[in-house]
């Protein structure tokens, strides 16, 4: 095996994610952010799927504080929205 090349310092190019489709993963992610905020479309979109009778699933803070690992939940929307439905 040959000698590994002895050198005194490396010195860094200073060049990070210089791929071009690098791109269209923050656009994705942009994306993303405006979907689940909200105020977005999603919710909009969540409503509908419960008035036509599917199984909704909603994120919602924790009721009970004292559990701390759990700061949101997933409930059936039809226990939140129950006034609201076909």
Not at 25 to 49: C, F, N, V, Y
Not at 55 to 84: C, G
Request: glycine fraction near 6%; hydrophobic fraction near 30%; charged fraction near 30%.
């Amino acid at each position: 095996m040959a000698k590994k090349k002895q050198r005194a310092k490396q010195v860094s190019k200073g060049i990070t994610h210089r791929n071009p489709n690098r791109l269209g993963a923050k656009i994705s992610k942009e994306q993303r952010r405006e979907w689940m905020s909200p105020d977005g479309s999603r919710t909009h979109a969540q409503l509908l799927a419960f008035k036509q009778g599917k199984n909704v699933m909603l994120t919602i803070p924790n009721p009970n504080t004292n559990e701390t690992n759990k700061r949101f939940i997933r409930v059936p929307a039809k226990d939140v929205w129950r006034s609201v439905g076909r």
